[in-house]
């Protein structure tokens, strides 16, 4: 079987812990566009945080942001197929956090939110920094107004060091929203409608692709709706044990280049001939 199109995961996946593509991935990908592989990235970030490293791999289709919350395209620069978070369940939402003392971050149609400074905030105005990204952080500390003033939700991250407080919190919002780890210290909150593999359908389904014609490339639970849909799912060294598990095979950890060694095969083979338990 020939694959047709790569969806990769930023963040733990692509990006090292510099914040960095190495080379042999960024020729890998190069290489992949110019055989005619679809190729796009998916992640948890808002599309401003993306858009420098789309630029850089010099890609042109949409992009899955927010892990599923909406598709932007880079052509149009235009927001698509989006799942915001409604009113009610953000008022709600943003109340429990309140209340249990929960860091969160707001993603929005107008902007990036928070209630308050956090070792989160500041890490995503490093981020922008370091890759020129255009973001606007608000501090808006009355909740009414921060409910009122961020617009369309797409996703509430909660940050906290205290894990076992955050699983126990995923688990409890598991009924009204899509709630998960993307990091052990970090949980993705968006609608119920919003996963990267929902997203990941729509986007296969405008560029006319078989999910069984698709590689995606992952480290953490919020990358497992892809990985249920895809023919060739494929996990970092670095991955999550439940994404791990999930996976046809494992590649070197996200400041490795296994996901272009294996690219490279895959674009010079035509196809993937190789045992689940092989390691690149």
């Given at each position: 079987?020939k694959y047709q199109?790569?969806?990769?995961?930023?963040?733990?996946?692509?990006?090292?812990?510099?914040?960095?593509?190495?080379?042999?991935?960024?020729?890998?990908?190069?290489l992949?566009?110019?055989?005619?592989?679809?190729?796009?990235?998916?992640?948890?970030?808002?599309?401003?945080?993306?858009?420098?490293?789309?630029?850089?791999?010099?890609?042109?289709?949409?992009?899955?942001?927010?892990?599923?919350?909406?598709?932007?395209?880079?052509?149009?620069?235009?927001v698509?197929?989006?799942?915001?978070?409604?009113?009610?369940?953000?008022?709600?939402?943003?109340?429990?956090?309140?209340?249990?003392?929960?860091?969160f971050?707001?993603?929005?149609?107008?902007?990036?939110?928070?209630?308050?400074?956090?070792?989160?905030?500041?890490?995503?105005?490093?981020?922008?920094?370091v890759?020129?990204?255009?973001?606007?952080?608000?501090?808006?500390?009355?909740?009414?107004?921060l409910?009122?003033?961020?617009?369309?939700?797409y996703?509430?991250?909660?940050?906290?060091?205290?894990?076992e407080?955050?699983?126990?919190?995923?688990?409890?919002?598991?009924?009204?929203?899509?709630?998960?780890?993307?990091?052990?210290?970090?949980?993705?909150?968006?609608?119920?409608?919003?996963?990267?593999?929902?997203?990941?359908?729509?986007?296969?389904?405008?560029?006319?692709?078989?999910?069984?014609n698709?590689?995606?490339?992952?480290?953490?639970d919020?990358?497992?709706?892809?990985?249920?849909?895809?023919?060739?799912?494929?996990?970092?060294?670095?991955?999550?044990?439940?994404?791990?598990?999930?996976?046809?095979?494992?590649?070197?950890?996200?400041?490795?280049?296994?996901?272009?060694?294996?690219?490279?095969?895959?674009?010079?083979?035509g196809?993937?001939?190789?045992?689940?338990?092989?390691?690149?």
């Amino acid at each position: 079987m020939k694959y047709q199109a790569v969806m990769i995961d930023l963040d733990g996946t692509l990006l090292s812990d510099a914040e960095q593509i190495c080379v042999t991935n960024k020729q890998a990908i190069c290489l992949a566009v110019n055989n005619g592989y679809q190729v796009s990235l998916a992640s948890g970030r808002p599309h401003q945080l993306m858009m420098p490293y789309v630029d850089q791999l010099q890609l042109s289709l949409p992009i899955i942001c927010c892990n599923g919350a909406y598709i932007y395209d880079p052509k149009t620069q235009r927001v698509q197929h989006q799942h915001t978070i409604s009113h009610e369940s953000l008022t709600g939402l943003l109340s429990l956090l309140n209340d249990g003392h929960f860091d969160f971050t707001i993603y929005s149609s107008k902007g990036i939110f928070a209630q308050k400074e956090s070792t989160h905030t500041k890490g995503l105005e490093k981020k922008a920094e370091v890759i020129n990204a255009a973001m606007e952080l608000q501090i808006i500390p009355t909740l009414t107004e921060l409910i009122a003033r961020s617009g369309d939700v797409y996703k509430v991250l909660v940050s906290s060091q205290d894990k076992e407080s955050l699983n126990q919190l995923r688990d409890s919002l598991q009924t009204h929203f899509q709630a998960d780890l993307s990091t052990p210290n970090k949980l993705d909150i968006t609608s119920k409608a919003a996963t990267k593999g929902h997203a990941l359908q729509q986007w296969l389904n405008d560029q006319n692709i078989s999910s069984h014609n698709t590689i995606a490339f992952g480290d953490g639970d919020n990358d497992a709706s892809m990985f249920r849909l895809v023919g060739e799912p494929v996990a970092m060294a670095n991955a999550s044990p439940a994404l791990k598990g999930m996976a046809n095979l494992i590649v070197t950890n996200n400041n490795g280049c296994g996901i272009g060694q294996y690219l490279r095969l895959i674009v010079q083979e035509g196809q993937h001939t190789c045992q689940n338990t092989f390691s690149y």
